[in-house]
C-alpha cells in the first residue's frame, strides 16, 4: 500500500487529527493493551547512531548499519506518547528515534554505495517510513534510484 507523503510529513509536525488521514497508519487495535513492548526503537535507535558513525568514517563499514536501519522501519508495536489515546497510531520505529528526524541518517543510507544500502535507500517500506521536512527530502530521490535499480535489473 502506497502511503501519503504529505500525511507522512504532517504527522513528523504533531497533526494526527486531520480529515480523511486515518487511512495510511495503523490504528492502534483495541485488543492491544500495552504499547512499545515489542518495539525495536529503545534497542536499535542508538546503535543506529553508532553504525552511522562508522559507516561515515569508513564505506566498508556500513553493512551493519544498512541492517539496523532496516530493523527500525517496521512498526512492530510502536506508538508515540504525545498522541492522544483517540488518535494513537502505530508508527515505524524508526519515527521512535530523535536524531534521526535531522536527516543526516537518511543522508548516510542515500550515500551506502553497497546493493544492500541502495536496495534498502530505493525500497517502499524506506519511504513508508519517512518522516518530517528533512526525511521527506529523500522520498523523490529514493524513487529515483528505484527506477534506476530497475533498469539496471539489480532489484529482486
Given at each position: 500500500?502506497?502511503?501519503?507523503?504529505?500525511l507522512?510529513?504532517?504527522?513528523?509536525f504533531?497533526?494526527?487529527?486531520?480529515?480523511g488521514?486515518?487511512?495510511p497508519?495503523?490504528?492502534v487495535?483495541?485488543?492491544?493493551?500495552?504499547?512499545?513492548?515489542?518495539?525495536?526503537?529503545?534497542?536499535?535507535?542508538?546503535?543506529?547512531?553508532?553504525?552511522?558513525?562508522?559507516?561515515?568514517?569508513?564505506?566498508?563499514?556500513?553493512?551493519?548499519?544498512?541492517?539496523?536501519?532496516?530493523?527500525?522501519?517496521?512498526?512492530?508495536?510502536?506508538?508515540?506518547?504525545?498522541?492522544?489515546?483517540?488518535?494513537?497510531?502505530?508508527?515505524?520505529?524508526?519515527?521512535?528515534?530523535?536524531?534521526?528526524?535531522?536527516?543526516?541518517?537518511?543522508?548516510?543510507?542515500?550515500?551506502?554505495?553497497?546493493?544492500?544500502?541502495?536496495?534498502l535507500?530505493?525500497?517502499?517500506?524506506?519511504?513508508?517510513?519517512?518522516?518530517?521536512?528533512?526525511?521527506?527530502?529523500?522520498?523523490?530521490?529514493?524513487?529515483?534510484?528505484?527506477?534506476?535499480?530497475?533498469?539496471?535489473?539489480?532489484?529482486?
Open positions: 500500500m502506497m502511503r501519503n507523503p504529505l507522512l510529513f504532517l504527522l513528523g504533531g497533526f494526527t487529527g486531520i480529515a488521514a486515518a487511512g497508519l495503523t490504528p487495535p483495541k485488543t492491544m493493551k500495552q504499547l512499545n513492548v515489542k518495539c525495536t526503537a529503545p534497542k536499535l535507535c542508538r546503535k543506529l547512531e553508532r553504525t552511522r558513525d562508522v559507516c561515515l568514517l569508513n564505506a566498508q563499514m556500513c553493512e551493519e548499519f544498512v541492517s539496523v536501519f532496516a530493523q527500525l522501519l517496521p512498526e512492530y508495536d510502536c506508538s508515540n506518547n504525545k498522541m492522544s489515546d483517540a488518535n494513537k497510531v502505530l508508527i515505524p520505529a524508526i519515527w521512535m528515534c530523535e536524531n534521526v528526524q535531522s536527516g543526516a541518517t537518511f543522508t548516510a543510507l542515500s550515500n551506502v554505495k553497497s546493493l544492500s544500502g541502495q536496495r535507500y530505493a525500497s517502499p517500506a524506506f519511504r513508508w517510513a519517512l518522516n518530517g521536512p528533512a526525511g521527506m527530502s529523500h522520498y523523490g530521490p529514493s524513487l529515483e534510484r528505484e527506477k534506476q535499480l530497475r533498469a539496471a535489473g539489480a532489484l529482486n
